[in-house]
């Protein structure tokens, strides 16, 4: 194949066109055009890439959306038969490509966090044949700059960047959609090369192949959804129900209606209203409660047409709001197009209680709609990989199919954006940095389960010296006892009620110090312990040992309440965790004997401050560890409660359900396998 290069616009051709690659997201269109003789019969690979995100149509089909989230000045290319697509005579490649800038003049143009600004403005990169049709050459592309289809609305999701307003009749004046092209239409150019010239230096993202398999595309239908007809300068509101939980891209349908506004309102749940005016979530399909959350809005330009968003969104139910003016307007049902990473349940255990079983689908149903690109904290929200939430999510995906490759994708990005500081930042690919010290710790137990599952440590050998630099990172901050300092930025545990208005950082940290942060370094360097031999570092795990060794009798001498019985949440603060307790245990702070002890307190001592989901499956690994594990049971009732809600996935937190999918509540997965 022909080597991948940029090709696009110059800046000046954007501006020209009135579109501010620096300042705003720009919207441009690629295509190309195939005459084949015949329909294909064999393979035809064609590899693509774009600046930011782009959108790829066969023949006016969507069939792909990409690129793989990647570390910054890095572009993955993705890889498709595109066989399947074509057809005898005409056919179309286009590729629909939104880029958003660095710095923007409004809120709206900021784009999905996950995604890095480029301010030089929308370019492809493709190669393949099709037909004589060398796709890597600029002579084989066009380009239209749409500055009118499509506005952003700035109620949409600051992490996933604005939602759409789709003017109807602008997107269908897209030349690319008339047959031949229409006019409008610019040549694309030869833009820098992607990877480092002869002295190594970078002047564009260098294009890498793609690290985990392409997502899955599987269409599927509104269990009920008739043909609507809205009447001239009328109205019609109405809420279709998946009946599940998806994360999809929506497709509608019109015929007439121009002059219309059609607004789709995406949500996980109805809501409901208390008597004192506050809103919650209840039974989720509750329909005496109302619809609330991010919305596209579309104008039909009065043709037949399809609406598509260009990114994927979350929902069970869509609210569908109609309003036309002089002319009638037909709403068509279409499928929409369920998409997440192609996990495979081949470790299914057998169930004999169906009510476990009930919980561990779920479970699974949660994993897969946070799993992407990367996986994520909640696809509803944020669409974000974090450092805690994903260690969990690696070792449940481990548990379900023994599929390594996303969570080796996820590590490498961790690694990738390691701070002068020593952490990792506490979630990635993010155009936002964020540090949340602990989660580096979690970074260094990723690795070591890696290991343990896959037994490959050639993947590993790069990102030792990372995890040392982590270690020492933290070693290096010392209160006058010798226990570890608070490292500042923010130091979140849990979401536990009692630390709402903190947003989930103990009142520990108020006194510099925190005996959970001191105990689960602990952990993590124990972690890292185990493994420094398997890289020619049996001497530095014999340092790390020692200053674990030391710090765990600190922990003890200055963190213990022998009156009570239980660890404080810092020297001489009398306040009590399961967090503290359940980590004393897991490091060995604390003799196993004593430790049944601690555990039992933890569990039947009401004035403890409690784990919630994220934190819940180290407390079953130390019950687990104090022969407690049978004591698991009762606490399957705070998900069990969830389904009873009529929930298809799991929700956040269980007292403050925000999202109603969240990977890191996909704990049954682990514990039933």
């Known amino acids: 194949m022909s080597e991948m290069n940029w090709i696009g616009l110059a800046i000046c051709d954007y501006e020209r066109a009135g579109a501010r690659p620096s300042r705003e997201t720009v919207h441009a269109w690629f295509g190309a055009e195939a005459v084949l003789s015949e329909a294909p019969d064999t393979e035809i690979p064609v590899k693509l890439t774009a600046r930011s995100q782009y959108k790829l149509y066969f023949n006016g089909v969507s069939v792909l959306f990409g690129p ?15 066989a399947p697509y074509l057809r005898k005579g005409r056919n179309t490649i286009v590729l629909e490509v939104l880029s958003y800038p660095d710095h923007p003049a409004e809120r709206k143009h900021t784009g999905p966090n996950y995604a890095f600004p480029d301010d030089l403005g929308p370019a492809v990169s493709v190669s393949g044949t099709i037909s004589g049709l060398d796709l890597s050459l600029p002579e084989s592309w066009q380009v239209y700059i749409d500055t009118e289809s499509m506005d952003l609305n700035e109620y949409g999701m600051f992490f996933l960047g604005g939602t759409e307003i789709v003017n109807g009749g602008a997107r269908n004046r897209n030349p690319f959609f008339s047959d031949p092209f229409g006019s409008g239409l610019q040549k694309a150019k030869a833009l820098e090369l992607g990877g480092p010239d002869a002295y190594g230096v970078i002047y564009a993202s260098e294009i890498r192949p793609r690290p985990i398999p392409l997502l899955y595309r599987k269409e599927k239908v509104f269990p009920e959804w008739p043909q609507q007809t809205v009447d001239a300068r009328s109205s019609l509101s109405f809420v279709l129900d998946a009946a599940e939980l998806t994360t999809a891209f929506f497709r509608i349908g019109f015929r007439g209606g121009a002059g219309s506004t059609v607004k789709m309102t995406y949500a996980e749940s109805y809501y409901q209203k208390a008597p004192d005016g506050s809103v919650y979530k209840g039974v989720r399909d509750d329909a005496s409660g109302f619809i609330d959350g991010i919305y596209d809005t579309y104008f039909p330009s009065g043709g ?53 079983e009930k919980l561990y689908d779920v479970a699974l ?42 969570a080796l994708h996820c590590i490498r990005l ?21 540090i949340i010290p602990c989660f580096s710790l979690y970074y260094v137990m990723m690795l070591e389960d890696y290991i343990n599952e896959t037994g490959d440590t050639a993947s590993i050998a790069p990102l030792i010296p990372g995890a040392e630099r982590i270690i020492e990172t933290f070693l290096s901050k010392r209160t006058e006892e010798g226990l570890l300092a608070s490292q500042g930025y923010w130091e979140f545990c849990d979401w536990a009620p009692e630390w709402d208005s903190r947003h989930g950082v103990p009142n520990a940290y108020d006194t510099g110090v925190s005996t959970v942060e001191n105990l689960l370094f602990i952990y993590a360097a124990q972690s890292l312990i185990r493994i420094l031999p398997l890289f020619h570092r049996p001497e530095l795990a014999n340092h790390y040992y020692r200053e674990v060794r030391d710090l765990m009798r600190l922990v003890n001498a200055y963190c213990y309440d022998p009156e009570r019985g239980l660890y404080m949440d810092a020297p001489g603060f009398p306040e009590y965790t399961q967090h503290a307790q359940m980590y004393a245990v897991l490091t060995g702070c604390i003799d196993p004997v004593s430790g049944k002890a601690l555990m039992e307190k933890a569990l039947d001592d009401p004035s403890l401050i409690q784990c919630t989901f994220v934190q819940r499956f180290y407390l079953f690994r130390a019950l687990e560890m104090t022969g407690l594990y049978d004591r698991t049971e009762k606490l399957w009732q705070t998900w069990q409660d969830f389904i009873d809600l009529h929930c298809t996935t799991f929700p956040e937190a269980p007292d403050r359900p925000r999202s109603d999918c969240h990977g890191w509540s996909a704990l049954p997965l682990y514990e039933f396998s």
Do not use: W
């Not at 500081?421 to 993010?430: E, L």
């Open 68 to 82: 793989c989230r990647a570390p910054e000045r890095t572009a993955y290319y993705d890889e498709i038969d595109a």
């Open 304 to 356: 037949e047409e399809v609406y598509e968003p260009f990114r994927f969104r979350t929902f069970r139910f869509v609210k569908i709001e109609a309003e036309t003016g002089d002319e009638p307007l037909v709403i068509l049902p279409e499928a929409y197009i369920e998409t997440a990473y192609p996990l495979t349940n081949s470790l299914r255990p057998v169930f004999t209680d169906p009510k476990k």
């Open 365 to 406: 149903r949660t994993l897969q709609l946070c799993m992407h690109d990367t996986y994520e904290d909640c696809p509803y929200y944020e669409q974000l990989l974090y450092c805690s939430d994903s260690r969990l999510e690696m070792l449940f995906t481990y548990k379900v199919s023994g599929d390594p490759r996303l």
């Open 414 to 434: 961790f690694a990738a954006s390691q701070t002068p500081q020593g952490f990792v930042r506490s979630r990635y690919p993010s155009h936002e940095p964020q």
